[in-house]
């Protein structure tokens, strides 16, 4: 096992038509955009909910051409606090996309079950990921219970552990979450490793390297929750700082065993998507580099943009085998 090649099984999980996880490099993560969260300029009003539909529909055109050039999938998370806006975010999203998967962004255990019945509702269970089960649940069996109930498909798991806050407490709590959630026979699991800030980002990135080591499951995190979080940089150095700051530890973050991951607002989409296929695309020769196979789908990052190195990279795999059963004769 080299640094970018598992021993475990990985596993391929699929939200709707997205495939999620696997080998280092061989497929590029899913990134998870948001709209409707706090401070967003396009909203209007939540109570009622009122927002720009012009503008908010030019954003998801955006960001469906932008995972079409760059060969990376996309799901939007609808932040939704409310009732009345989950369902009103929902139904609009859903008029204006039949491409993308949803997610619906709550809190509290509560009012993510009560968004988990409206998708069962309008029969959306295959395209709608359930954000998510976290270890501070207070009923996790009965969650679990409910979801299956629901026909809900896709889940995300999102492990902590109060005391051992490094990468280990997660795996510890991601090995009695999964007692629990295993035996219901999801079709797709992903797991969260749980941003908290910039710097303990490290904790989630090796946490991610344990889950896929340990359980061969898809790994992702929000780097978002660090970058916007450290408003100094902004007020210090300005839009442009933040920008390639934020951009810099999307990059990161995809190399270090990243499946999927939350990027926030969407007015960062074409940076991010610029960040993470450049990420991508390197480490696809990392782990080529310990042995791995190119990717051979020509929609993946490095075949979509990198066609004339990856020639070269193949004459040198070529190469070197010759040069192995010369010495071998």
Request: glycine letters at 6%; aromatic letters at 8%.
């Amino acid at each position: 096992m080299g640094l970018f090649r598992f021993e475990t099984p990985q596993k391929v999980m699929k939200v709707w038509d997205v495939e999620v996880g696997g080998q280092p490099g061989e497929r590029p993560p899913l990134l998870v955009a948001n709209m409707f969260q706090a401070k967003d300029k396009l909203l209007e009003s939540r109570k009622p909910p009122r927002w720009d539909k012009e503008k908010a529909a030019d954003r998801i055109k955006e960001l469906e051409e932008i995972s079409e050039q760059t060969g990376i999938p996309a799901l939007v998370g609808l932040v939704a606090p409310s009732s009345d806006e989950m369902k009103a975010y929902t139904e609009w999203f859903l008029s204006v996309t039949d491409r993308l998967p949803f997610g619906i962004d709550t809190w509290t255990e509560q009012a993510r079950r009560e968004a988990a019945r409206y998708v069962a509702e309008i029969g959306m269970q295959e395209r709608f990921n359930y954000n998510s089960i976290s270890a501070w649940d207070p009923d996790i069996p009965d969650q679990v219970a409910e979801l299956k109930e629901l026909g809900i498909r896709s889940i995300i798991l999102q492990p902590f552990d109060a005391e051992d806050k490094r990468a280990t407490g997660r795996l510890q709590s991601l090995r009695e979450m999964m007692k629990i959630v295993e035996p219901a026979g999801f079709e797709s699991i992903l797991v969260d490793t749980t941003t908290m800030n910039l710097p303990t980002q490290a904790f989630s990135l090796l946490a991610n390297r344990l889950v896929k080591e340990e359980f061969g499951l898809p790994a992702g995190n929000a780097p978002a929750n660090g970058s916007y979080m450290w408003r100094a940089c902004l007020e210090q150095w300005g839009g442009a700082a933040f920008k390639g700051m934020d951009a810099g530890l999307h990059a990161l973050s995809a190399v270090l065993w990243s499946d999927w991951l939350a990027y926030g607002p969407m007015t960062g989409t074409k940076r991010i998507f610029a960040a993470v296929t450049a990420a991508q695309a390197v480490l696809s020769v990392l782990a080529w580099d310990e042995g791995a196979e190119l990717p051979t789908d020509p929609n993946h990052p490095l075949n979509k943009h990198f066609s004339k190195e990856v020639e070269f990279m193949r004459g040198m795999r070529v190469a070197k085998s010759d040069r192995r059963l010369a010495k071998k004769s």
